[in-house]
């Protein structure tokens, strides 16, 4: 994968958008303070192609933005690709893959592979780069600290980082797998042999079960003829028993018939005492005819005098209600004239302590209009401001003109330092021979060169110096012009609130003159002489006198009504004589009626409670010579359940035997079961024990040593100059010699023309080359493995845990393998490194996020 072109906005502490051309060089520097954002350029990359950073979901975007947006363009393989992925707070990723096909026009120049879903898409990238995330970042990126992590650690260590570089930690998970699968079959084993013991405890009854059942068939046959012969005397007792509930249901009607009589008759008495207590009431009211009568005459007479006095009141007490609402009318307009003249005079007071009070406003206005008057322009703000810019662009221009020369002077001082500390006779600057003489010529011309860049950067400064003290004089007359400006516009702001409160004050006075104090005069006249609402003081003239003419005297009215009230029973009494006189000779028939029909209820009574004695003591006889049948039903009842106890245990011996049975067929299974079983453990076994880490891992390490041990040598031929080669062995004889076995290790072996040494034993630029040969073998082989080419490589490699031979070294080993890679990135924020690239891409940080630019030399 070679990178094109990256962009991107919103990620992570890049705001606005950022471009990146990567087409202009094949080794640049990326370099910039720390958190400048230059290991984000990194995540980006990788976002982008896989969806993943050091930082997930919405962690990626920035505080500032609400989406994160990823461009990369690449090229793999001669197609050049793109991808966009775009991730939006509270809302799904979105993923475009697209392919170039140049001989398009611009607008169909890109053919898009998007799949339905994002993880089809991002399978479809894995697929084209044939690298997933992991064999990615650890074949392209050496990390910071990362990088000799494989050769610095124990050989018994080395084969564990081994296999997780190439991704052997899976055959471990397959182990496990197996592991757990065998236990939980050995598990199952155990419980279904424990189930097949129990089984054969159960079938070692089944000779004893067989002859408790006969015993049970004998006791129920038993029990079956003790139940027949019960069953017939109870059916003998039963019959008995029906003959005399049926003649104490006989005895039962009679007497329910007997009380009907005698309730009947009751009824009938007690009628014939209501009827004749009735018909004595009727006789009394027909006594008292005379004294009915005349009462309810004079009833009648009061009730028409009452209907005369209320067709008066319906005339007066609408003229009554009238009078009291002109009265309430006449009232209440009079409280709120006198509302009206509270607020006016109110008003009046108010107007004139402001009018009193305006005197002092306007002597304090009078003192503005004259501080206004007095202001004098100091000076232009515009031309201050201008000659300001002017100076403070002067002093960049020296300033940046003085950064130049210390530049150059550095340079100078540099060379000048290494031809003084040069202790051979070879010019570190020119490669030729270096006499004293020659030396001193060297320092000289140095000297000649700086001393003009010196002078000039003296007279520079001295120079800023004088025009930053004119700027600063220029600064402070501007401060006060707008300081001055600020008193004038606070001095106008206060006149014209004076201003405008004098005038509203004004026009409150002319308002009240010409309209308000009129009509607070106005009022008050009302008010005094009581000429407000004419009309209604005519209107309430005239009811009063409608009031005072009709004849109606309301207690008069009210005492008749009371009386009427009080003779409202005459009506009742009178209604009741009626009744009685048209009643009186009915009443005396039906009591005549009454009477006969008592004395024929009387004579039946007397039939049925002869016949009632006969039958009762019938009744008696039988039930004293019959034989009580409960007791037979409570034995009958016995053996019935004496039977249900031998038939349900009967039961349950048939089921117990036919549960052997069952036993017997499944313990059959069970030990096929276990057979079967037994055989995936020994087949789970063989897994395990070719899972583990001597067995198909330890094969694929083996396998990849080789390749790993040619990609490292051809790597640290070029790097040493073809003078030192690595081997890997992994295995080595014990310490004890008696053991014929060998150990498990992986020891780096390095042969430098002199020997055999362990890597252990070197240090320095020699330690630090075959670290990167190694590490940069493992990315090929890593890779190679997943069918991708290796062609960026980017170093975060922290440059700062290096001193400057390290540093060196790392360059030159860079530019060794420089002709092997389409893209190289280094990372790094130390200021010295950039000189050792001529092309760099510059991070930093703004207020407006991160910022990239290529820097092309």
């Not at 962690?59 to 197609?79: G, H, K, P, R, W």
């Not at 400064?461 to 600064?475: D, I």
């Amino acid at each position: 994968m070679i990178p094109i072109k990256l962009r991107l906005e919103g990620f992570t502490s890049y705001r606005e958008p950022v471009e990146i051309d990567f087409t202009g060089f094949d080794l640049a520097c990326v370099s910039g303070p720390n958190g400048a954002g230059k290991s984000s350029l990194l995540d980006a990359i990788t976002y982008a192609l896989y969806g993943k950073a050091r930082v997930q979901n919405e962690a990626i975007i920035n505080t500032a933005s609400n989406t994160a947006n990823v461009t990369l363009d690449f090229e793999y393989e001669n197609q050049v690709y793109r991808v966009i992925r775009v991730n939006t707070r509270g809302k799904s990723t979105q993923l475009d893959f697209f392919i170039q096909n140049p001989d398009e026009t611009p607008e169909k120049r890109w053919k898009s592979l998007t799949e339905h879903t994002v993880r089809e898409t991002d399978a479809k990238i894995r697929n084209t780069l044939r690298l997933d995330y992991d064999s990615f970042v650890n074949a392209s990126f050496f990390l910071q600290g990362k990088a000799d992590s494989f050769a610095t650690k124990k050989p018994s260590e080395r084969k564990e980082i081994l296999s997780a570089i190439l991704g052997l930690d899976q055959w471990e998970v397959f182990r496990k797998s197996a592991n757990e699968k065998n236990r939980q079959l050995r598990s199952d084993v155990k419980l279904l042999e424990r189930d097949v013991d129990s089984i054969q405890q159960e079938l070692e009854t089944e000779e004893r079960q067989h002859h408790d059942r006969d015993l049970l068939e004998r006791d129920l046959a038993l029990v079956r003829q003790k139940i027949s012969t019960q069953q017939a005397q109870l059916d003998k007792l039963r019959a008995q028993d029906q003959m005399i509930a049926s003649q104490t249901q006989q005895l039962e009607r009679l007497k329910l018939q007997l009380e009907r009589s005698h309730q009947s008759l009751e009824r009938k008495q007690q009628q014939a005492a209501e009827k004749q207590l009735t018909l004595d009431g009727y006789q009394e009211k027909l006594a008292q005819a005379s004294q009915i009568e005349s009462t309810y005459q004079q009833l009648l007479t009061d009730r028409k005098t009452l209907q005369t006095l209320d067709l008066l009141s319906q005339q007066y007490w609408p003229l009554e209600r009238q009078r009291g609402q002109l009265e309430s009318q006449l009232a209440s307009h009079l409280k709120s004239l006198e509302r009206e003249i509270h607020t006016l005079q109110a008003e009046e007071l108010e107007l004139q302590a402001a009018l009193k009070a305006s005197a002092q406003s306007r002597i304090k206005l009078n003192n503005l209009t004259d501080q206004l008057a007095g202001f004098t322009v100091l000076a232009d703000e515009g031309q201050l401001t201008a000659q300001i810019q002017e100076i403070t662009q002067q002093i960049e221009v020296l300033e940046g003109e003085n950064g130049r020369l210390k530049a150059q002077m550095d340079e100078l001082a540099v060379r000048k330092h290494k031809v003084e500390d040069a202790a051979d006779s070879v010019c570190p600057m020119c490669g030729q021979d270096l006499s004293p003489q020659h030396r001193q010529e060297i320092i000289a011309e140095i000297n000649d060169q700086g001393k003009p860049l010196g002078d000039q950067h003296r007279a520079n400064r001295a120079q800023t110096g004088q025009l930053k003290a004119s700027k600063v004089e220029l600064e402070n007359q501007l401060a006060q012009l707008r300081l001055q400006e600020v008193r004038r516009l606070n001095l106008q702001r206060d006149q014209a609130l004076l201003q405008q409160e004098l005038n509203s004050l004004q026009e409150r006075e002319n308002i009240w003159k010409a309209g308000k104090a009129v009509r607070l005069l106005q009022a008050s006249a009302e008010r005094d002489q009581q000429s407000y609402l004419p009309e209604a003081r005519k209107q309430l003239d005239q009811v009063r006198e409608q009031i005072t003419t009709l004849p109606y005297d309301q207690g008069v009215h009210d005492q008749l009504r009371l009386s009427v009230q009080a003779q409202a029973s005459a009506e009742q009494s009178w209604q009741e004589l009626k009744i009685a006189e048209n009643s009186c000779l009915l009443l005396q028939s039906e009591l005549e009626s009454i009477r006969s029909e008592i004395k024929h209820e009387q004579e039946s009574l007397q039939e049925i409670e002869n016949r009632y004695q006969l039958d009762s003591a019938a009744l008696e006889q039988a039930r004293a010579e019959a034989q009580d049948s409960h007791l037979a039903e409570e034995e009958l009842a016995r053996l019935r359940e004496e039977q249900d106890v031998c038939n349900r245990k009967l039961g349950e011996a048939d089921q117990i035997l036919a549960t052997i049975q069952t036993q017997r067929e499944r313990q059959l299974r069970l030990r096929t079961e276990i057979e079967a079983l037994n055989e995936q453990i020994r087949q789970y076994s063989k897994l395990e024990t070719a899972f583990g880490k001597d067995g198909v891992p330890a094969m694929l390490i083996d396998q990849a040593l080789p390749e790993l041990e040619d990609q490292a040598n051809e790597l640290l031929a070029r790097l040493s100059n073809y003078s030192m080669s690595v081997k890997f062995d992994t295995q080595r004889a014990y310490k004890d010699t008696k053991r014929k076995d060998m150990m498990e290790t992986l020891d780096i072996l390095i042969s430098d023309g002199s020997g055999i040494r362990d890597y252990e034993t070197y240090s320095g630029g020699e330690a630090f080359r075959i670290n990167f040969a190694i590490r940069l073998a493992l990315s090929r082989v890593l890779a190679h493995r997943a069918g991708a080419k290796l062609q960026t490589l980017v170093i975060d490699e922290g440059f700062g845990n290096q001193d400057a031979q390290g540093r060196q070294r790392l360059i030159e080993a860079i530019n060794t393998v420089r002709p092997d890679f389409e893209k190289i990135l280094i990372i790094t924020h130390i200021e010295e490194l950039k000189d050792y690239f001529s092309n760099r891409i510059e991070v930093t940080k703004t207020l407006a996020g991160s910022q990239a630019e290529v820097i092309l030399g």
